[in-house]
Nanobody, 122 residues
Framework: QWQLTDTGGGLVQAGGSLRLSCAAS????????MAWFRQAPGKEREFVAA????????MYADSVKGRFTISRVGAENTAYLQMNSLQPEDTAVYYC???????????????WGQGTQVTVSS
C-alpha cells in the first residue's frame, strides 16, 4: 500500500529551526505535486507549501514565504520542509500530501501522511 510518512517535528524555541521529512513508500512521479499543510487546534487545515516533483516549481503561503523552504530528493522519494525563524503561531500538526494539481486547497490531495507535531515556544 502506497503511503506517506512525515517526521521531524518537535519542540523548538521561537527563532529556531526544524526540518520535516515526508518519505513515500513508493515512487513519486514527475507529474505529482507534494505539499505541506498544517492544522492548529480549533482551526482548519491550511496550506503551507507545495512542489511539482519533476520540475521543482514551488508555491508558498504568504505567512511562511522567506522562512520556509520546500525541496525534494527524487532518488529518495522524499520531500522536505526546512522551517527557519519559527514563531509560536507556526505551532500545529504538519501533514504532507500528494496530489496532481498544483493547489493550495486540501481537497485535491489524495494521499496524506499521519502528521507530525511542531510546537514553538515563546
Amino acid at each position: 500500500q502506497w503511503q506517506l510518512t512525515d517526521t521531524g517535528g518537535g519542540l523548538v524555541q521561537a527563532g529556531g529551526s526544524l526540518r520535516l521529512s515526508c518519505a513515500a513508500s513508493g515512487r513519486i512521479y514527475s507529474s505529482s505535486v507534494m505539499a505541506w499543510f498544517r492544522q492548529a487546534p480549533g482551526k482548519e487545515r491550511e496550506f503551507v507549501a507545495a512542489i511539482r516533483w519533476g520540475v521543482g516549481r514551488t508555491m508558498y503561503a504568504d505567512s511562511v514565504k522567506g522562512r520556509f523552504t520546500i525541496s525534494r530528493v527524487g532518488a529518495e522519494n522524499t520531500a522536505y520542509l526546512q522551517m527557519n525563524s519559527l514563531q509560536p503561531e507556526d505551532t500545529a500538526v504538519y501533514y504532507c500530501a500528494r496530489g496532481v494539481d498544483f493547489a493550495s486547497a486540501p481537497s485535491p490531495y489524495r494521499d496524506w501522511g499521519q502528521g507530525t507535531q511542531v510546537t514553538v515556544s515563546s
